[in-house]
């Protein structure tokens, strides 16, 4: 019987021996509290975190180690662990801290277990000092957050590099179509350039060869009685001359538009006036038989460019006159209004055909039927240029056989004149 009690003796000495060894020589600090939250033992590890004697801590409350921002709150989880109290981690994620001695502060893990001893309730703390590893992990985030700003920086840098080689491609394509567009105007103006020489041969070598033709065989007439034979070769001389000075007009016409030397200067005057004598200086272009009918409505003042006007209408009338047969009726139709003048100029001549219609404004085009009548092509566009300037437009249908009309519509500058502003 003494022998068992002896055995069981050592046995609880051994095991006394061994809890105390791993008390003293555990590698985290152990500190017991009461439930009152006294610390009634502490380990040498937790001495040595701490910072305290052998002596300086027992008897003193648990809050003692924790800094002061944290105690007061400190109570209040204590109590309410105690009430369930189990084992578990302590702050459930959260970063917690311990206090020094003499007041530093560092960071800490803690793992609680509750057990109960005839004495009473208590808790024990295990109690690791995790500085280093949360000096690693501020290292990492650290690194991590340079990586991250050179991720960023060098993101805005390809954003950067992208967006100027998009700017350098666009300046290419531009550069490209700026020599397109270069290379299409210049074969444009060459053959613009051939055009025009072309049509400046042919239309100067007749009537010079007219005037030259003419000019030799007057001489030949020297009595009275062939007056009439000399008359016919002066008309005729004329009638080169007048060909020449036309050509030239609508030569130097186009020069003073693409120069910008032509502006439109709105004057008042009595539009029904103005077209009787403009029809009478063409009607001297008249083939036989032809007459020019007007037709006018509206009021009879109106703010216009006379010169301008002028030059539309007589340029009309002289292509109604040369595409119509002897004998067929021109009419020149106006309707006056406060804010717009429309005009018609109408003939009974060969008329455009339909594919010809949307050239006949372009510079040197000439339709297909035109055929001997002469003409350098320049009409119709230096006409569809003066409308423009004048702020109007202009139109035409045609039918071949039967005539053409052609519709201008000009603003009436009245209004615009009277108030400037």
Known sequence: MFSDILIQTKAISRHIEMLDALFKHATEGIVVVKKSGEI????????????????????????????????????????????????????HSLDLFAKRSDGSEFPVEVSLSPFTTSDGEF??????????????????REANLEIQNLNTALEARVEQRTRELAQAVKRIEESQEEVIHALKKEKELNTMKSQFVNIASHEFRTPLATILSSASLIGRYATTEEQEKRQKHVDRIKSAVTNLTEILNDFLSIGKLEEGRIQCVPVLFELPYFCTNLIEQAQGLCKEGQKIHL???????????????????FNLLSNAIKYS???????????????????EICDQGIGIPIADQVHVFDRFYRATNAGTVQG????????????????????????????????????????????PE
């Open 123 to 140: 808790v024990v703390s295990f109690i690791i000092d995790i500085t280093e590893r949360k000096n690693q992990e501020n290292k990492i």
């Open 376 to 419: 350098t092509g320049l009409g119709l566009n230096i006409v569809s240029s003066y409308v423009e300037l004048m702020g109007g437009s202009i139109s035409l249908s045609s039918e071949v056989g039967k005539g053409t009309k052609f519709y201008v519509n000009l603003p009436n500058m009245i209004l615009e004149t009277q108030n």
């Open 40 to 91: 009634v033992m502490i380990n040498p590890k937790a001495k040595e975190l701490f910072g305290y004697t052998d002596q300086g801590l027992i008897g003193k409350r648990i809050e003692t180690l924790i800094p002061q921002r944290f105690a007061k709150n400190h109570v209040h989880y204590r109590d309410e662990y105690l009430q369930y109290p189990k084992a578990r981690s302590m702050g």
């Open 325 to 343: 047969e002897n004998s067929k009726p021109i009419f020149l139709n106006v309707l006056a209004q406060e804010e717009m003048i429309s005009i």
């Open 295 to 313: 037709s006018y409505s509206g009021p009879s003042q109106v703010w216009l460019d006379k010169q301008l006007l002028r030059n539309i209408l």
